[in-house]
């Protein structure tokens, strides 16, 4: 069987930038044999000139990328993702604006032929506040804060210090992300956003990680993350346990825990220091999600999830 | 005029005409209804024949499924184990699997012995005890893989052979997986991941059936044997490809029914659609009509997906899904009525109603359009306040009928609670307010059935017997016109079909009984004869 495509999902409210970021991802040189799965097509600035042919859904780039639109259905465009030989190298799926990226995600959870690289959210600084509070969208945009791995904290440039760092704090309170950039014109860095598959053998660098939300952008590209969702509950005392005897090659954990008795939990892992909290108001209940980052030499993505899976007791959320 | 004029003498003509309800003869020429009364009333026309063969008949107007999709055309190429009766493409009468083993032992009287097995339309609702899992399934084939797909749409189980195809095991924690006590996968699971990862791991695909020409004849014969004669693909793709297939298969003489695709309009930017629905425009013809759009504003309610207002679900669930973000909604819903295109909403929920609502007030105010027409679908959670705004817009409600039959135990004790359930579908109150309505089957999540449809409007009775809402029944002949002239008002077609009168397309529905005299607990079971397109005579059996 082939090795499993790197999947990663693109979600965040309309308006977040998804579309800039897209942008930005077909128009990199090195993007080659990556499917970008997107909502629509209309909206991309896709240069005529960077266009090697098109037909019907899709189009292919000069630069080796296919761009395709979802249409109605995630479950037949993605057939037809797969089913072109060779398969892609990656692929990226922009999630609609009101949907759940862990639902999107779920596809390569569940499927052996992809695999799960990260869940990047995109966060209109200026306007998320009242997004959350919306009274028609306002649970959606708390469920896509909820799954992120990243989060991408855009239109940075239209807020001022004191509410950015406010609304930062407030946003990174409700996500599970282990990493936070601030962006402007979704200006991040490409290379981390991708896993770095390629190079997972590579040495970690010498270099400290514990202040991540400071950490030079150009270093990301050289971790690893890995995520977590369940529905049971964690027992507190295994739990505890894990977080002691985690290797130091993660580097850090965030995310919401259902905890046996006590409810859901803010759990934040630094180092070799964590703190449980009780999770804010707006945090999805009824299911758990862990967020890890560490180096390339952290344990395996199944060591992971059997030492996780160690402290879950078979009981359903609360 | 050289054409030759026949008279169907007939035991009675339902009109739906107000000025003559009922009638006994019915002229046609070329086609269409040359007249509607008596014999005298029509033999001054010139020379004619008598075709007597509808005369111990009863003739209706050709029923019109204003919500209906091919897809139910691409699901009888797979094997139907639903729980209650339903009728093939071939006139074949599945009778309803009504427990687990029932549903294992279909599956293994078709199963052929190579490729995947599929059922669909699998709906344990119904069913006492434990739920179906990969045993259950196992017992069909355990080399290959198996599936079935729910009616609700939501759900489905697979066999081992899927599960260790795709590596699902005690470890998968995934949201739609679902785990028996012993922690192991049961086989059941929901959500579109688990529908991909059951299609990748089984190479079932039933998408690239969709429009093709196979499931429209499939469709065009379930529509006929229960005397349509007008059915809309409520969410057409449209693709070059589909479009090709409508095009050769639907104005063949020998396709039994008209048929309306409304353009599924998350495809592709409202701009690109509002275009291709017009350039389309062009080449509809009497049988096949281009032209309605159909958007998509959130889930269902028995999927927990709809949205809904304050109180939410009666269990607690939290609310549903936007299938667009709301402004999306808004800008599509603009740019095709900008277009000049009649707009059909499907809103399950009554906030998504509401959604909708507010939308087309901004947008008429800026941009008016008399007699628009645009029309919510499904509108199951109408209160008397949304409707009074419908009517104070001009749009219709086709509301879903069905629902209060095969969900409306679900609905009363999960979904709504007492008080919403009983208002669900409220057909009174729309005919009171003087909002125009029809009812539909959403087919295929339930079976197509216009007598059924009106059926369930008039009893109100769902699958255990209960009336859901007394104040909300109304009357056989009120019923009657909501899948005739009801729905062919929401397509704008109300001016060729619908009714019998003079002008309009000789579509008629064929019955074996008067609807009007059988107690109204029996309008569903009225067999029908067949139908009648365009003056071309359809019986359901030769004669």
């Given at each position: 069987?082939?090795?499993?495509?790197?999947?990663?999902?693109?979600?965040g409210?309309?308006?977040?930038?998804?579309?800039?970021?897209?942008?930005r991802?077909?128009?990199a040189?090195?993007?080659?044999?990556?499917?970008?799965?997107?909502?629509?097509?209309?909206?991309?600035?896709?240069?005529?000139?960077?266009?090697?042919a098109?037909g019907?859904?899709?189009?292919r780039?000069?630069n080796?990328?296919?761009?395709?639109?979802?249409?109605?259905?995630?479950?037949?465009?993605?057939?037809?993702?797969?089913?072109?030989?060779p398969?892609?190298?990656?692929?990226?799926?922009?999630?609609?604006?009101?949907?759940?990226?862990?639902r999107?995600?779920?596809?390569?959870?569940?499927?052996?032929?992809?695999?799960?690289?990260?869940v990047?959210?995109?966060?209109d600084l200026?306007?998320?506040?009242?997004?959350c509070a919306?009274?028609h969208?306002?649970d959606?945009?708390?469920?896509?804060?909820?799954?992120?791995?990243?989060?991408?904290?855009?239109?940075?440039?239209?807020?001022?210090?004191a509410?950015?760092?406010?609304?930062?704090?407030w946003?990174?309170?409700?996500?599970?992300?282990?990493?936070?950039?601030e962006?402007t014109?979704?200006?991040v860095?490409?290379?981390?956003?991708?896993?770095?598959?390629?190079?997972?053998?590579?040495?970690?660098r010498?270099?400290?990680h514990?202040?991540?939300?400071?950490?030079?952008?150009?270093?990301?590209?050289?971790?690893?993350?890995w995520?977590?969702?369940?529905?049971?509950?964690?027992?507190?005392?295994?739990l505890?346990?894990?977080?002691?005897?985690?290797?130091?090659?993660?580097?850090?954990a965030?995310?919401?825990?259902?905890?046996?008795?006590e409810?859901?939990?803010t759990?934040?892992?630094?180092?070799?220091?964590?703190?449980?909290e009780?999770?804010?108001?707006?945090v999805?209940?009824?299911q758990?999600?862990l967020?890890?980052l560490?180096?390339?030499g952290?344990?395996?993505?199944?060591?992971?999830?059997?030492?996780?899976?160690?402290?879950?007791?078979?009981?359903?959320?609360? | 005029?050289?054409?030759?004029?026949v008279i169907?003498?007939?035991?009675?003509i339902i009109?739906?005409?107000?000025?003559?309800?009922?009638?006994t003869?019915?002229?046609v020429?070329?086609?269409?209804?040359?007249?509607?009364?008596?014999?005298?009333?029509?033999?001054?026309?010139?020379?004619?024949e008598?075709d007597d063969?509808?005369a111990?008949?009863?003739i209706?107007?050709g029923?019109?499924?204003?919500?209906?999709?091919t897809?139910?055309?691409?699901l009888?190429?797979?094997?139907?184990?639903?729980?209650?009766?339903r009728?093939?493409?071939?006139?074949?009468?599945?009778?309803?699997?009504?427990?687990?083993d029932?549903?294992?032992?279909?599956?293994?009287?078709?199963?052929?012995?190579?490729?995947?097995?599929?059922?669909?339309?699998?709906d344990?609702?119904?069913?006492?005890?434990?739920?179906?899992?990969?045993?259950?399934?196992?017992?069909?084939?355990?080399?290959?893989?198996?599936?079935?797909?729910?009616?609700?749409?939501?759900?489905?189980?697979?066999?081992s052979a899927?599960?260790?195809?795709?590596?699902?095991?005690?470890?998968?924690?995934?949201?739609?997986?679902?785990?028996?006590?012993?922690?192991?996968?049961?086989?059941?699971?929901?959500?579109?991941a688990?529908?991909?990862?059951a299609?990748?791991?089984s190479g079932a695909?039933?998408?690239?059936?969709?429009?093709?020409e196979?499931?429209?004849?499939?469709?065009?014969r379930?529509?006929?044997?229960?005397?349509?004669?007008?059915?809309?693909?409520?969410?057409?793709?449209?693709?070059?490809?589909?479009?090709?297939?409508?095009?050769?298969?639907?104005?063949d003489?020998?396709?039994?029914?008209?048929?309306?695709?409304?353009?599924?309009a998350?495809?592709?930017t409202?701009?690109?659609?509002?275009?291709?629905?017009?350039?389309?425009m062009?080449?509809?013809?009497?049988?096949?009509r281009?032209?309605?759009?159909?958007?998509?504003?959130?889930?269902?309610?028995?999927g927990?997906?709809?949205?809904?207002?304050?109180?939410?679900?009666?269990?607690?669930?939290?609310?549903?899904?936007?299938?667009?973000?709301?402004?999306?909604l808004?800008?599509a819903f603009?740019?095709?009525?900008?277009?000049?295109?009649?707009?059909h909403?499907?809103?399950?929920?009554?906030?998504?109603?509401?959604?909708?609502?507010?939308?087309?007030?901004?947008?008429?105010?800026?941009n008016?359009?008399?007699?628009?027409r645009?029309?919510?679908?499904?509108?199951q959670?109408?209160?008397?306040a949304?409707?009074?705004?419908?009517?104070?817009?001009?749009?219709?409600?086709?509301?879903?009928?069905?629902?209060?039959?095969y969900?409306?135990?679900?609905?009363?004790a999960?979904?709504?609670?007492?008080?919403?359930?009983?208002?669900?579908?409220?057909?009174?109150?729309a005919q009171?307010?003087?909002?125009?309505?029809a009812?539909?089957s959403?087919?295929?999540?339930?079976?197509?059935?216009p007598?059924?449809?009106?059926?369930?409007a008039?009893?109100?009775?769902?699958?255990?017997g209960?009336?859901l809402?007394?104040?909300?029944?109304?009357?056989?002949a009120?019923?009657?016109?909501?899948?005739?002239?009801?729905?062919?008002?929401?397509?704008?077609?109300?001016?060729?079909?619908?009714?019998?009168e003079?002008?309009?397309?000789?579509?008629?529905a064929?019955?074996?009984?008067?609807?009007?005299a059988?107690?109204?607990?029996?309008?569903?079971?009225?067999?029908?004869?067949?139908?009648?397109?365009?003056?071309?005579?359809q019986?359901l059996?030769a004669?």
């Amino acid at each position: 069987m082939p090795a499993p495509v790197p999947f990663t999902v693109l979600g965040g409210y309309l308006g977040a930038g998804k579309t800039t970021l897209l942008n930005r991802i077909l128009a990199a040189p090195g993007a080659g044999d990556m499917a970008v799965m997107v909502n629509d097509f209309g909206r991309l600035n896709i240069d005529a000139e960077l266009v090697a042919a098109q037909g019907g859904r899709a189009v292919r780039l000069e630069n080796g990328c296919v761009c395709c639109t979802i249409g109605d259905s995630l479950v037949e465009s993605l057939m037809q993702v797969m089913a072109a030989t060779p398969r892609p190298a990656r692929i990226l799926v922009e999630a609609s604006g009101v949907a759940d990226p862990a639902r999107v995600a779920d596809f390569a959870r569940l499927s052996p032929s992809l695999r799960l690289d990260r869940v990047i959210v995109l966060v209109d600084l200026e306007q998320i506040r009242a997004r959350c509070a919306d009274r028609h969208v306002g649970d959606m945009a708390l469920k896509q804060l909820a799954a992120a791995d990243v989060l991408v904290l855009n239109k940075a440039d239209l807020v001022d210090d004191a509410a950015r760092t406010e609304t930062r704090a407030w946003v990174e309170g409700r996500s599970a992300a282990v990493v936070t950039f601030e962006a402007t014109r979704a200006d991040v860095p490409l290379a981390a956003l991708f896993a770095p598959s390629e190079r997972a053998g590579q040495a970690p660098r010498d270099h400290d990680h514990n202040r991540n939300h400071d950490h030079p952008h150009d270093d990301f590209d050289a971790v690893r993350t890995w995520s977590f969702e369940t529905r049971r509950v964690f027992d507190r005392a295994r739990l505890e346990a894990l977080l002691d005897g985690l290797p130091p090659a993660v580097l850090r954990a965030k995310g919401f825990v259902d905890l046996a008795g006590e409810g859901l939990m803010t759990l934040q892992l630094t180092g070799r220091r964590w703190t449980l909290e009780p999770a804010p108001d707006g945090v999805p209940r009824g299911q758990s999600r862990l967020v890890v980052l560490g180096t390339p030499g952290m344990p395996a993505d199944a060591d992971l999830r059997r030492l996780v899976t160690g402290a879950v007791t078979g009981s359903p959320a609360t | 005029m050289g054409e030759t004029t026949v008279i169907y003498p007939a035991r009675k003509i339902i009109t739906m005409l107000a000025a003559r309800p009922q009638a006994t003869h019915v002229a046609v020429r070329g086609g269409r209804i040359l007249g509607v009364g008596d014999l005298d009333d029509l033999t001054g026309w010139g020379d004619y024949e008598i075709d007597d063969r509808f005369a111990d008949k009863v003739i209706l107007p050709g029923f019109v499924e204003g919500h209906s999709h091919t897809l139910e055309g691409v699901l009888w190429q797979y094997t139907y184990v639903g729980f209650f009766d339903r009728t093939g493409p071939d006139g074949h009468h599945w009778p309803g699997a009504k427990s687990i083993d029932e549903v294992v032992a279909r599956l293994r009287e078709v199963d052929t012995g190579s490729g995947p097995v599929v059922g669909w339309g699998f709906d344990p609702i119904y069913f006492t005890g434990r739920r179906m899992n990969k045993d259950d399934l196992d017992k069909v084939a355990t080399d290959r893989s198996v599936l079935v797909l729910h009616a609700s749409g939501h759900l489905l189980n697979v066999n081992s052979a899927v599960l260790n195809a795709a590596g699902v095991t005690a470890d998968t924690d995934v949201h739609g997986v679902f785990k028996g006590p012993d922690g192991e996968p049961t086989g059941e699971m929901q959500e579109f991941a688990a529908l991909y990862m059951a299609f990748e791991a089984s190479g079932a695909n039933i998408y690239n059936q969709i429009g093709g020409e196979s499931s429209l004849h499939n469709f065009g014969r379930v529509c006929h044997l229960a005397g349509v004669t007008t059915a809309t693909d409520l969410y057409a793709r449209l693709t070059p490809e589909t479009t090709a297939a409508l095009l050769r298969v639907v104005p063949d003489p020998s396709f039994p029914i008209r048929v309306v695709p409304a353009y599924g309009a998350l495809a592709d930017t409202p701009e690109n659609g509002a275009a291709l629905v017009k350039s389309l425009m062009d080449k509809s013809s009497a049988k096949l009509r281009f032209g309605l759009v159909k958007m998509m504003t959130d889930g269902s309610i028995q999927g927990f997906t709809a949205r809904i207002k304050w109180p939410g679900y009666y269990n607690g669930a939290p609310n549903g899904l936007w299938n667009a973000p709301p402004e999306e909604l808004v800008r599509a819903f603009n740019v095709f009525h900008d277009a000049g295109l009649q707009v059909h909403m499907h809103t399950n929920g009554n906030e998504a109603s509401e959604l909708m609502l507010d939308t087309i007030a901004d947008t008429l105010a800026r941009n008016p359009r008399p007699d628009h027409r645009h029309t919510l679908q499904h509108a199951q959670m109408m209160d008397e306040a949304l409707l009074r705004r419908a009517k104070a817009l001009g749009v219709a409600v086709n509301m879903f009928a069905n629902h209060l039959y095969y969900w409306g135990e679900q609905h009363l004790a999960l979904t709504l609670g007492p008080e919403r359930a009983h208002r669900m579908e409220p057909f009174a109150t729309a005919q009171r307010l003087g909002v125009p309505y029809a009812m539909h089957s959403d087919a295929p999540v339930t079976p197509v059935a216009p007598l059924f449809t009106a059926w369930c409007a008039v009893e109100r009775r769902t699958a255990e017997g209960r009336v859901l809402g007394e104040a909300e029944k109304i009357s056989v002949a009120d019923a009657l016109r909501a899948i005739t002239l009801g729905a062919a008002y929401t397509l704008k077609m109300d001016h060729e079909v619908g009714s019998i009168e003079t002008g309009k397309r000789a579509d008629f529905a064929i019955l074996e009984q008067d609807p009007l005299a059988v107690p109204s607990a029996e309008l569903k079971d009225i067999p029908i004869w067949g139908t009648v397109l365009g003056g071309i005579v359809q019986p359901l059996h030769a004669e």
